[in-house]
């Protein structure tokens, strides 16, 4: 079973849908997001319209993560965006993961929303002044690609 490429999962999950597509609101819509004196740019794969607000959608062509395993801290920066930018109510943040052709979604949620919030200037605060301190552990460390050359790294070495 050889893996297909992201264009393929594409292709498989559009045909899966046979037209029965939302019209997006909006696809690889762009933002400037003003949190504390500093401003965040990106752009959101999709936003479609739901339940009178929108559903923020974002492609993953990885495996499917599940409702408990999944991070959704990208989405609710990008739910902060639609909200303050966009002005749009949103009503669900889900990852469309092409391969298997899987959803994982959930809803956002005021006080999750103020805490990315704040951790999203804390961030840009210690990049800005440089301040990075190594956080090791086997899982972490071997999915990095500096793993073989960092002094802190936890990775299994063979």
Do not use: M
């Not at 849908?17 to 752009?43: A, I, R």
């Not at 319209?49 to 920066?77: C, H, M, N, S, W």
């Not at 802190?152 to 070495?157: D, I, N, Y």
């Amino acid at each position: 079973d050889h893996k297909k490429n992201g264009r393929e999962y594409l292709k498989a999950w559009y045909e899966s849908h046979n037209g029965t597509f939302p019209l997006p609101k909006y696809l690889e819509k762009g933002f400037h997001l003003k949190v504390g004196e500093y401003t965040v740019k990106g752009f959101i794969d999709r936003i479609d319209p739901r339940d009178g607000g929108v559903e923020i959608i974002d492609y993953k062509t990885g495996r499917a993560k599940t409702e408990r395993t999944a991070d959704f801290e990208q989405l609710f920066i990008y739910a902060l965006a639609a909200r303050e930018t966009l002005h749009d109510d949103v009503r669900r943040l889900s990852y469309l993961y092409l391969e298997g052709n899987t959803t994982v979604s959930a809803e956002p949620d005021e006080k999750k929303l103020a805490k990315v919030k704040s951790q999203l200037v804390e961030t840009i605060e210690q990049i800005q002044s440089s301040d990075f301190h190594a956080t090791p552990s086997p899982q972490v460390c071997s999915r990095c690609d500096y793993n073989t050359i960092c002094e802190f790294s936890k990775a299994r070495r063979l």
